[in-house]
């Protein structure tokens, strides 16, 4: 059974600060894919980042990186110099290719300006 | 083709009625996706799509639910005599091999 674990379901920052949502998975897939959702108050949920297990090197769009470490099972999400607009739930989900993904619970992000 | 898109965006029906949705996928992914997302959870799975073939059901679409996708297209998620219970977001997604994209969902409530 596949499983995402979004240990932190509310955080608060001041505009500006960096903000670290943590997501941890299982799976016994040994290839999955890794993705990040933002859903903000109007409810659409935004796709960001899709990454495979074979790929670790972290990446960075913007003010947005994501590090991926599989000796932890970690996809963490980094947002630098957050924005007001940064103000949402993400998702983190975890998904084997074509098949169902599979969510974690949420982190709500409010930014504080 | 701009995304996936979903019809009614709200929909608010009495309890015992029936309601269906649509959701039209990006025309070139032949994989479409049916999750349901409560009040402060992440979207769950319901049932999803290659083509017109129905591949998978959650043990959370109970006989009440019932999805179709007749030409490989567009999909429709009907629910037969509705329950406060089934009050919740359903969102529809297509994918390809690369890219996975949300609808902006259907609001369903149930009074």
């Known amino acids: 059974a596949q499983k995402v674990t979004q240990a932190q379901t509310e955080i608060s920052v001041v505009e500006k600060e960096d903000v670290t949502l943590d997501c941890v998975y299982e799976?016994?897939?040994?290839?999955?894919?890794l993705f990040w959702y933002k859903q903000p108050p109007s409810g659409e949920l935004v796709f960001l980042i899709r990454r495979n297990s074979f790929d670790e090197q972290n990446e960075i769009s913007g003010r947005y990186s994501w590090n991926f470490q599989k000796s932890t099972s970690s996809f963490n999400f980094t947002i630098t110099a957050s924005q007001v607009v940064d103000s949402a739930v993400y998702f983190c989900a975890l998904g084997g290719g074509y098949q169902k993904v599979t969510f974690g619970i949420g982190t709500k992000l409010q930014v504080i300006p | 083709d701009t995304g996936v898109s979903q019809d009614p965006r709200h929909k608010i029906t009495k309890r015992g009625q029936n309601v269906t949705f649509r959701c039209d996928p990006i025309?070139?992914?032949?994989?479409l996706y049916w999750y349901r997302q409560t009040l402060g959870q992440g979207p769950e799975f319901l049932t999803y799509f290659q083509n017109e073939a129905q591949l998978e059901k959650s043990r959370l679409l109970s006989d009440r639910f019932s999805a179709e996708r007749p030409k490989g297209s567009f999909s429709t998620l009907e629910i037969q005599r509705t329950e406060q219970g089934d009050s919740a977001m359903y969102l529809c997604?297509?994918?390809?091999?690369?890219?996975?994209?949300f609808g902006q969902g259907t609001r369903l409530t149930v009074v």
């Open positions: 799976t016994r897939d040994t290839t999955y894919y």
């Open positions: 025309s070139e992914h032949n994989r």
């Open positions: 997604a297509s994918s390809s091999s690369t890219e996975a994209f």
